[in-house]
């Protein structure tokens, strides 16, 4: 059976966001998983797009990327995403994987999202598919 994910793309880091979806795109091919990218702002409208979406979907994947900042906005943002994520998941009983990156700044970001180094995109896409393959065989 062929997988079909929503991938919801917070776009805040144009850059960031291209290369994490890149890499998610890759392992989905390879896999041979259908995806539709749904593209936000920033992360904290990630879970509500989820929400909105996700009854015709196996998996839900969500990337983006938080840079911490001079403020405290930073963990006021990376807790309340993961925190929305992880409740509509457990509350829901859907499979949703946060590949969204904190990185304490650009270059930390650019190095996890690149397809050719820490490939974070594609490590989220891993991970989705194969949550998918538990459920699949329960």
């Known amino acids: 059976m062929m997988s079909r994910i929503l991938i919801v793309r917070a776009t805040f880091y144009p850059e960031i966001a291209d290369l994490l979806l890149e890499g998610a795109s890759a392992v989905f091919g390879d896999k041979g998983a259908q995806y539709q990218v749904l593209d936000v702002l920033g992360a904290l409208e990630i879970p509500l797009a989820i929400a909105g979406a ?3 979907f196996d998996g839900c994947l969500a990337l983006g990327c938080v840079i911490r900042g001079e403020t405290s906005h930073y963990d006021v943002v990376c807790q309340t995403s993961a ?7 457990l ?29 974070k995109g594609g490590y ?3 991970a989705c598919l194969s949550m998918i393959d538990q459920r699949n065989a329960e």
Do not use: C, F
């Open 54 to 56: 996700r009854s015709s």
């Open 83 to 89: 925190y929305g994520l992880m409740t509509l998941a």
């Open 91 to 119: 509350s829901k009983n859907i499979i949703i994987i946060n590949g969204v990156l904190t990185t304490e700044n650009w270059d930390q970001a650019i190095e996890r999202a690149h397809p050719a180094k820490k490939n």
């Open 124 to 126: 989220a896409a891993q």
